[in-house]
């Protein structure tokens, strides 16, 4: 693992997040893009070397929706980035690790996959290999 890329937040009325995120950490929204996907609309914040992804549903059958639906607004998931994310997903198997999605295409230009929160004392990991 390089470093922690970010923490996912998932809300339910984004604009209302940026205006809370923008107080709180003092810097303006740099970033929104749809994730088709997923079914998501993101919207990114940094502060030095730490992002923050707000995540809102665009569907209501999205895995965001289904969280909002179950726990409530709240962190969603920690992303960690990694240079060679099939050298990553294959160290982590051996180990005993599961991934739930395969590798594809995410938010901010990455491709991603998530460890099942049961690997991870309750905590939904993000991996994600920048395609810069």
Same mark, same amino acid.
């Given at each position: 693992?390089? *470093?922690? %890329?970010?923490?996912?937040?998932?809300?339910? /009325?984004?604009?209302? &997040? +940026?205006?809370?995120?923008?107080?709180?950490? =003092?810097?303006?929204?740099?970033?929104?893009?749809?994730?088709?996907?997923?079914?998501?609309?993101?919207?990114?914040?940094?502060?030095?070397?730490? *992002?923050? %992804?707000?995540?809102?549903?665009?569907?209501? /059958?999205?895995?965001? &929706? +289904?969280?909002?639906?179950?726990?409530?607004? =709240?962190?969603?998931?920690?992303?960690?980035?990694?240079?060679?994310?099939?050298?990553?997903?294959?160290?982590?198997?051996?180990?005993?690790?599961?991934?739930?999605?395969?590798?594809?295409?995410?938010?901010?230009?990455?491709?991603?996959?998530?460890?099942?929160?049961?690997?991870?004392? =309750?905590?939904?990991?993000?991996?994600?290999?920048?395609?810069?």
């Amino acid at each position: 693992m390089k *470093k922690l %890329e970010h923490i996912g937040i998932a809300v339910k /009325d984004i604009e209302a &997040a +940026k205006t809370k995120y923008k107080v709180i950490l =003092g810097v303006a929204c740099y970033k929104e893009e749809v994730v088709e996907s997923e079914n998501v609309l993101t919207a990114f914040f940094q502060t030095a070397d730490q *992002k923050i %992804e707000l995540l809102q549903a665009t569907s209501n /059958d999205s895995a965001i &929706a +289904k969280f909002i639906e179950q726990r409530g607004e =709240g962190m969603h998931h920690i992303a960690f980035e990694v240079d060679d994310l099939e050298k990553e997903i294959e160290r982590l198997k051996t180990e005993g690790y599961h991934t739930i999605i395969k590798p594809k295409a995410g938010a901010d230009n990455k491709t991603i996959t998530f460890l099942h929160p049961k690997d991870a004392n =309750g905590v939904l990991i993000e991996l994600c290999q920048s395609n810069r």
